[in-house]
């Protein structure tokens, strides 16, 4: 009798915790986009003729395309367990090179381009070779190639911003408007799709997955690791490239420093992101939507006229909050199954 | 400085004080706010910023030092680079301790001239408050430490620096005047300032000094640190004009900024209404005035200023009168003369070379 009760609870029980499983579940996944509209609706009653206007949404979505991209670049060896942490680099060196090319050489906008591009393809290479090869930690490499890189970009550019790139890149970029926004959020917003399309309907991405999770399982279950890595890096370089190029086309210009700054934004908005929509793993859309959260926010606190310190205590603090709010919800699951 | 320009500058200075009571656009205030900035229209004339002395003969056996804040910079390391060469025409020692922004190189490199005994060591940066310390040392072992080019007349360095100070001041003044007089005394200026640069203080009180009298004009500053300017400059910049559809002004107060205001303004569709007026004649920024999407740039030399700075620690090493003012020129370039900085312009281009033979003169080389 007892032991009948007993099985009968616990039988009742069960869809009960699992309903809870799965709303908390849900919660977690979309908790990002809820707290973004949070925000737009809290800046919305304080600044409505300004921040509720669709010049400030188009200029949030069109001006945060570099970002966005470099974020993507940043997940992909992310996803695959290894840290690239020479991606703001690249992106200078990439748009350092346009530059270079264009305005100092001569070369039409579209070669300056390919070769940044393929530039980005010889550094992942390079990154993947000393990783793999000499099986050092992917952040001490990258860190060095890095280093390499803003020589490189230092040297090539005499150290001096270049201006004078080819106004039909910056038409390309922040000029022409779809629906009122700028054509490079649609760049970034591409990028996403074919990452999340590559990341959850094809072998390779599943495969990156499960290097990143595991790397000696997947070794054992057949996944050629070395090549997945590889895949990855260059992956990587390649975005990060693109990230330059638009870097180059939102100003028309090049400086040899001030792209490194966007290091920190791309992992905050990389590990926010991993907090959404497939929560606990680096994934393109949760990444987008970290960026333009936390530019949301920002843009709100501009318009309010508040100091910029108070971004950094936003910046940081939605970072923190948002990655223990997602461990409690963790937490919590684990306690229901 | 010829007597008729010095009668012009003073009529502006009291016609701007005036200004203060009556308001600034009375047709006469534009007037003599107008031909302050005409005169930094004119093309720079040398004017000798102390008695001539025989430089050859008073640094035959005296070295020197150069830190900059970064040998990478275009600025700072073409400044120290252009300092090394003049020393070597003179005839004395003046060493460019490569540095790429890092204090502990700063440090390193003071403390070399420290134990090498050197005559002087000079750090070329924005912020020299960062190294008293060193500068207390380096005065302790008897080598004099100067901030060149750090501050205007109206920011004292910290003891034990001594300066060449730059007439930032009057750089500010120059960026507000331009926005006035464009608009006819109505200007709405957003100001863009980086307070953790020490010379942005007399940059924002030249701002202050030409539009306190301003009764229809509106002046936000905006403060992003040096930092910040990659990450947060272009969105700032985008949710001030959104959030004041009239301002009609933006005031980098340094031209670097401009690679993220530019945008800021295209993305916000405001070019139209929005004008941009800057400060330090950097070869990519006068490409922008070229182009059209900056509609002033007022330009220092990084020639004439290595000169200023190799005469003015000169006379400190001879123990002759310090300067207080290295007279160098502040040159505005709009569309009317920008051309004359080279296609694509270069640095220490379209200044005219007055100051090349009048510091030779001056040093007792011709």
Known sequence: MTSQTTTVSSGAEKPVHRGRHNALVQLERFALIIAWLGIIVLFGALAPDSFLSWAN???????????????????????????????????????????????????????????AIAVGVLVGLINAFFTLYFRIHSLIVTLGTGTFLHGVTLWISDARTIGGIDWSLVNAVIITRFLGIPLSFYYALALAVVLFYVFEFTSLGRKALFVGRGREVARLSGIPVTRMRLSCFVTSGVFAAIAGVLYAGTSGSADPNSGTQLMLPAFAAAYLGATAIFPGRFNPFGSTIAVYLLVTGITGLSILGIDTYVQDLFYGGALVVAVALSQLVRGREESLT | MKL??????????????????????????????????????????????????DAAACMADKKLMVVPFSSAVEFTGGVANRMTELAEEIGFQYVHYQTQGQPSQWIQGINQAITQKFDLVDVLMSDPRVLVPQAVQADAAGVKVVAAHAAGFDTAAPEPFLQVSIDYTQAGQLLAEWALLKTEGKANILAITAEDSFSANSLVNGIKAATDGCADCKVTYLNVPVTDWATRMQSSVQSALLRDPS??????????????????????????????????????????????????????????VAHAIVDAEMRIVCGLEPITDPKVPLYIFDASNVESAGNPPQISTGYGDAYVAGYRKLWGLQ
């Open chain 2, 247 to 304: 301002i009609n002004y933006i005031l980098p107060i340094y031209d670097g900024m401009a690679q993220f205001v530019v945008p800021a303004v295209e993305l916000t569709q405001s070019a139209d209404r929005v004008k941009i007026a800057t400060f330090n004649g950097s070869p990519y920024a006068l490409q922008l005035v070229q182009e059209g999407r900056i509609e002033m740039d007022i330009g220092e030399s990084i020639d004439w």
């Open chain 2, 4 to 53: 008729t320009t010095k009668l012009m500058v003073a009529s502006s200075i009291v016609a701007l004080g005036w200004s203060g009571a009556a308001g600034v656009s009375s047709a006469q205030n534009l007037e003599a706010i107008g031909a302050h900035v005409a005169e930094h229209q004119q093309l720079p004339m040398f004017d000798p910023p102390g008695a001539p002395f």
């Open chain 1, 57 to 115: 949404f188009s200029s949030i979505f069109g001006s945060q395309a570099v970002l966005v991209i470099l974020t993507l670049g940043l997940i992909v060896p992310l996803t695959a367990g290894d840290i690239d942490m020479s991606l703001a680099q690249m992106l200078t060196l990439s748009s350092m090179l346009i530059a270079v090319l264009n305005v100092g050489h001569g070369w039409p906008i579209a070669a300056a381009i390919a070769v």
